[in-house]
């Protein structure tokens, strides 16, 4: 379904994406998707560089301190992981990105994540379809998504009583 490299567009904006080889295709469309769902919002969004954290985002955009702004998972994360980058970046917009799921038990591992955290942005949670790379990318490798498009929810930020 997926070469080993595909150069994709969202907007006048290209990256090339790399399936690594125990990658499964479904994780690199996310990834894809989070980008050109997102990149209206923060243009400046990158895939997978390090920020010189313990974990490596797969899709980030950075302010002028070098501290995210916005933080995108594609595919399995643990609570535990969540909790951490919850905790350590509590003014970050987060999206985790699911492959053609139930969000619900994902809300609920969320949603104990983010508990007794005192935090400013919110988290965004989205199932992309089984047909996302026929529906969202066209002949021309252009990325045509919209939240609209996507089973997903926002947990908005919870604030510590």
């Known amino acids: 379904m997926l070469r080993r490299k595909w150069t994709l567009r969202a907007g ?12 499964h295709a479904h994780h690199v469309l996310m990834k894809a998707f989070l980008w050109a769902l997102y990149i209206p919002v923060y243009p400046q969004l990158a895939v997978e560089i390090s920020i010189g954290d313990r974990y490596k985002p797969d ?12 933080w995108g998972e594609a595919g399995q994360v643990s609570e535990r992981k969540l909790h951490a980058l919850f905790k ?5 917009h987060f999206a ?9 038990p994902h ?7 983010l508990h007794n955290l005192k935090r400013s942005a919110a988290v965004d949670l989205l199932s992309f379809p089984v047909n996302s790379a026929e529906r969202f990318i066209d002949q021309q490798d252009q990325i045509h998504v919209r939240h609209q498009d996507l089973e997903w929810l926002r947990l908005e930020a919870m604030s510590k009583r």
């Open 12 to 23: 006048d904006q290209q990256v090339v994406f790399v399936k690594k080889s125990n990658e």
């Open 96 to 104: 985790i990105a699911k492959w053609h799921t139930s969000l619900r």
């Open 88 to 92: 350590r970046y509590p003014h970050t």
């Open 59 to 70: 899709v980030v955009a950075l302010d002028a301190q070098e501290q995210p702004l916005f």
């Open 107 to 113: 809300a609920d591992i969320i949603r104990s994540a």
